[in-house]
């Protein structure tokens, strides 16, 4: 087995990253390589799933207090349309009420 020092598709940058070249559709020396791919791979997602969730923790709070802030604005809209519901509700009781009376006398309704 070969090292992958020793590859032409290892490349280590100026400050010490490391990085490959290799394609495991096409430029796969031997099997162990996919193995070393693999495990490159995965330790790229779990460090970008990281990186992920620290910038979540940093907005959690910012999302608190927009949450917050968009519940009192609801709560106060809900309060300021009450009145227009409340009238909506009243109009409808009187007309319930005088349908039942048309109905309890025996007139006919319309």
């Known amino acids: 087995m ?6 032409e598709h290892y490349h ?3 400050g010490g990253e490391i990085s490959f070249t290799c394609d495991p559709f096409g430029t796969i020396r031997e099997p162990e390589c996919l193995q070393k791919w ?7 997602m779990v460090a970008s799933y990281q990186a992920t969730l620290a910038y979540y923790q940093k907005l959690a709070p910012m999302q608190e207090k927009m949450f917050k802030v968009m519940e009192r604005e609801l ?3 809900s309060e300021s ?10 109009d409808q009781d009187d007309q319930d009420d005088q349908d039942e ?3 309890d006398t025996g007139e006919p309704s319309g």
Request: charged letters at 55%.
């Open 2 to 7: 070969i090292q992958c020092k020793e590859c």
């Open 75 to 77: 709560d106060d809209m």
């Open 12 to 14: 280590r940058g100026e």
């Open 81 to 90: 349309e009450r009145w227009k519901v409340e009238e909506d509700d009243d």
């Open 101 to 103: 009376e048309k109905w």
């Open 38 to 44: 693999q495990l490159l791979k995965i330790n790229q």
